[in-house]
């Protein structure tokens, strides 16, 4: 049985009877530690008003279970925080999304240190983090800070702080903020490395050591007034954390939880959370694990988001967008890095990019209040605790069909290339082919691991086009599914076709094909009614294209429709159908990523179609491809090439990150489903 100091017990006592406002959002207040004890803090571990446990159970009979973890599961409203002071700048629901971003400099060299801080402030940036890895950093953070006030810059800086307590206790007098990462700031000891601990008295035994390690950043960081990031990331667990709670979102949420504390327990509040992970899904649950239990436990600590070392172009702003615009989608997040292999000045644009996504989605404003308004109402069970994808089922072979309809979806995911009408001339067949990822062969088309698994033709070729029809009978040959509008075929059949029909037309026709078709495709627009959507069972399309109605929210009706077909058992594989104005390809990833990824990394959709509209033709067929392939792996379902992880450890500023990241790709880039991590 967990034993619980008598501090402890008194603050749990006033937990319990504070349990109904626990769940009224982050003004419930939890008493302070100062208040337990008038004016004196604890100055011992077992002084600490620890959280109540959650392997016991503990947690939630005092507190009951998880339950939001987002203000509003139907609109997009700020979850309310407190304000965190930092210099010049504050963090918080009642502030502007902080832009932040990470020198890439030799802290060591001054000057150089100097020169790059002012880029990124004249680029924007409202933070720079530096690293420091010991005394000699802390003493050229201090220069630092003093070159860049008598040149007129007043940017705070963040101190990213990596196994030195001591080293953070000198740098505290520089900087505007530190950062510690829970892993290895004082839960990093080597000899944890070979213990396991089986029971929590174990666990809890080790909480002496954090305390003392902790403690005087705390106590000069609350005089100074100092920020802090307490700055969970996946990739450092602490053996400890490791040998107890796993690989997990628990894990990193548990390992923050525990040195908020002791923050807590010193009456200090000015600090921030983060829960950074390569991977997008992980980074995704652990957040909003961590808010969930900020609400559950009457917490209010303002949000810091983002993907650990996304990479650079647009797989890099992709990464990025999934992870840190699915969040803020849902109305967390108070300020944000997107980590690119790049120089920092280079982050700014995707950074305000998600930013300003991300303040024109609130329901304050018109546009979209009306929007989130106008969706039909439903009933939300995602459950954050877990992941599970929805896996829709493939298209069956048909023996009697001279195609092989089986490979016209992949089960890790699909990618629905749009061709048009030029792109089938006889000098551009060659091209088509190269733009959808086929190998050739004397000019035949063979599948590889990134073709295009179905092809959506918004105008079919007339049968009087026979090097077109042929182009497209070879592709029909080795399983790429044509797709094409109903009425399109029904002006011209297209042998071995899949007939795409509005939902309201499959119904009124019954799904009778035109003549030639093989497959029915159903275009859903979220805005149907629940009646008409329970008839896709009776359907029983090949697939679904989720194409959501322009006055209504893209992501709360694509969260509808999925909870209606799943209550009804319709096992109908999904593919996101994204049209886009864009003409940048930086901004079509972080569109994609936010708006399209925010759905995948909840299980939410068998593949993905991106189509250009309002006559844009900006983008090649091959880019749309491979775009559409990196949002794929990005959130986890079809990887089709290697990944490569640049880690911003304490070390990366004594190397050239791109120059090496670049000489690693060149050697390691074919190798797909291979990931590479480009350590400090």
Known sequence: ???????????????????????????????????????????????????????????????????????????????????????????????????????????????????????????????????????????????????????????????????????????????????????????????????????EAEYIQEREYLFNAMLPLVEKCKKLNRAMRIGTNHGSLSSRVLSFYGDTPRGMVESAVEFADICRSQDYHNFVFSMKASNPLVMVQSYRLLAAEQYRMGWDY??????????????????????????????????????????????????NKLAEMAKSRLFVNPGAGSRQKATKEYVDTRDITTFERRKGKLVEKNEEESVDASGFLNP????ISVVTLDMLTKENIPYLYAGLGCKTAVGMPFKDIATADSIFLRNVPPSSDSDARTALRRLAEVSVGLIAPAEELEKDPLPNAIALMSLTDAIAKKGALPTGAIRLAVTVNGDEGDDALKQLKDLDPAMIFLNIAPHISTLHASRLVFELIKSEGIETSVIHHYQTGADDSNDLALEIGTRIGSLLVDGLGDGVMVEEVGGQNTFTLDFLRKVSFS????????????????????????FDLQETTAKITEETGHLPGVTVAIMG
């Open 412 to 415: 890790d995911g699909s990618v």
């Open 1 to 199: 049985m967990t034993k619980f100091s008598p501090l402890a017990v008194a603050a749990i006592a006033l937990l319990a009877v504070d349990y109904a406002h626990a769940f009224s959002g982050p003004k419930a207040k939890v008493p302070s530690v100062s208040a337990l004890q008038m004016a004196d803090y604890p100055t011992s571990h077992t002084e600490v008003a620890w959280s109540p446990s959650i392997k016991s159970g503990a947690r939630e009979e005092i507190l009951g279970p998880i339950k939001d973890y987002c203000a509003d599961l139907k609109s997009v409203v700020r979850r309310k925080t407190r304000t965190v002071d930092c210099g010049p700048i504050k963090f918080g629901s009642d502030h502007p999304i902080v832009r932040q971003t990470m020198g890439t400099t030799n802290t060591g060299d001054v000057e150089a240190s100097i020169e790059q801080i002012m880029r990124c402030a004249d680029k924007g940036f409202d933070l720079v983090r530096i690293t420091v890895q010991g005394k000699r950093e802390a003493n050229a953070a201090m220069m630092i800070r003093e070159g860049l006030f008598k040149k007129g810059y007043d940017i705070p800086l963040c101190a990213d702080m990596h196994f030195q307590p001591k080293v953070a206790l000198l740098v505290a007098d520089a900087v505007e903020k530190i950062r510690i990462n829970p892993g290895n700031f004082a839960d990093g000891r080597k000899d944890f490395e070979e213990k396991v601990y089986e029971s």
């Open 302 to 351: 303002p949000l810091h988001l983002g993907v650990t070392e996304a990479g650079e172009g647009e797989d890099g702003r992709m990464k990025s967008a999934i992870g840190i615009g699915t969040l803020l989608a849902d109305g967390l997040g108070d300020t944000i890095r997107v980590s690119l292999t790049e120089d920092p000045e280079f982050e700014y644009e995707p950074c």
């Open 631 to 654: 949002l794929l792996q990005g959130c986890r379902m079809r990887s089709t090439k290697t990944e490569f992880v640049s880690c911003p450890s304490c070390g990366r500023t004594l």
